[in-house]
Structure formats: structure tokens, C-alpha cells
């Protein structure tokens, strides 16, 4: 019985201590890096469209650290190329361009959203059946860290669906 009572303590505290005051949504705690101050939160992949293969990232990341850092790149043995991309306006069109990173100042949260950062991954290998991918996000300063997420909005109905506003 103490074990049990122990366990569920246990279990109660680390649910506590991954609840962040910063950030929205972030029950799905798909990763974190809390010894450098990196919190990364309702991580998700979109897979291509029927047809297609380029599949979708996106995810919220909290620097609670006193210093700034960058994500500057992110791998996925799903995909031989992932890139950070960002929508700009450019002549008064929103278009999607590459970046070279996404600065994390400190006390701050960045989205990877549809309409803003989000990553896109090219020649996506996903089969149908495969519920989750890892992910490597890299930083300038803080440690690589690998976290499995799951894959969300098979189909068209539901991929489109979670597409709105993008």
C-alpha cells in the first residue's frame, strides 16, 4: 500500500511540475528540456495530404531560462529534409519562406502554428497506420533534445479542419 501511495504521489508531482504558467493549450507535453530552461508543448505532426508528401509541425516552446536561444534546426528520420518556415507579407501577399532559425527570448513562448513558424517536412515517409514520429529540435546554446509526438488530422476532413486560418 505505501507503494502504491508513493507511486501516485510521485506521478502526482511530475504532472505538477510540467504545468507551465507560460504558454498556452500545453497538455500535450511531448518534450522538455527543463534542466536548460526549454519547454517545448502541444508538439503535433500533420501528414501530407492524400497525394502528397510534405507533412507539418507544429508546436509551442517556452524559454524559461535567463538567457535567449534559437532553435536552429530539427530532424525527423521521417524526412530527409525538415525546414523552419515562416508566412510573410510580401507586397502585400502572405507567403511561406524558409528560416534560418527561431530566436527564443528569454521569459518568452513562440507558437509553430498555421499562419506563423511551423516546420514542413519534405518527402515524408508516414505510413498510415503510424500513430507518432520522433523529432530532434537543435538549439544555438541549450542541448539537442529527441521527443516522440503524435500525428494528428488523418484524413481530409480532419487535416483541413486544423488547418482554418492558416
Known amino acids: 500500500?505505501?507503494?502504491?501511495?508513493?507511486?501516485?504521489?510521485?506521478?502526482?508531482?511530475?504532472?505538477?511540475?510540467?504545468?507551465?504558467?507560460?504558454?498556452?493549450?500545453?497538455h500535450t507535453h511531448a518534450g522538455h528540456q527543463m534542466d536548460k530552461g526549454i519547454v517545448v508543448s502541444s508538439a503535433r505532426v500533420l501528414p501530407p495530404f492524400?497525394?502528397?508528401?510534405t507533412a507539418a509541425g507544429y508546436m509551442s516552446i517556452t524559454n524559461h531560462s535567463?538567457?535567449?536561444?534559437?532553435?536552429?534546426?530539427?530532424?525527423?528520420?521521417?524526412?530527409?529534409a525538415v525546414e523552419i518556415h515562416n508566412h510573410i507579407e510580401e507586397d502585400g501577399v502572405m507567403?511561406?519562406?524558409?528560416?534560418e532559425?527561431?530566436?527564443?527570448?528569454?521569459?518568452e513562448?513562440?507558437?509553430?502554428?498555421?499562419?506563423?513558424?511551423?516546420?514542413?517536412?519534405?518527402?515524408?515517409k508516414l505510413p498510415e497506420d503510424q500513430k507518432d514520429v520522433s523529432?530532434?529540435?537543435n538549439y544555438q546554446n541549450a542541448p539537442s533534445v529527441?521527443?516522440?509526438?503524435?500525428?494528428?488530422?488523418?484524413?481530409?476532413?480532419?487535416?483541413?479542419?486544423s488547418h482554418e486560418g492558416h
Open 101 to 107: 532559425g527561431i530566436s527564443l527570448k528569454a521569459g
Open 66 to 80: 535567463k538567457s535567449d536561444d534559437k532553435l536552429v534546426s530539427v530532424t525527423s528520420p521521417i524526412s530527409g
Open 50 to 53: 492524400p497525394g502528397r508528401d
Open 135 to 137: 523529432l530532434t529540435l
Open 146 to 161: 529527441t521527443m516522440i509526438v503524435p500525428v494528428e488530422g488523418r484524413g481530409e476532413e480532419s487535416y483541413g479542419s
Open 1 to 26: 500500500m505505501k507503494k502504491i501511495i508513493t507511486l501516485i504521489a510521485a506521478v502526482t508531482l511530475a504532472a505538477c511540475s510540467a504545468e507551465m504558467p507560460h504558454g498556452e493549450g500545453g
Open 109 to 124: 513562448t513562440v507558437e509553430l502554428k498555421p499562419g506563423s513558424f511551423h516546420l514542413m517536412m519534405f518527402k515524408a
Open 95 to 99: 507567403k511561406m519562406r524558409q528560416v
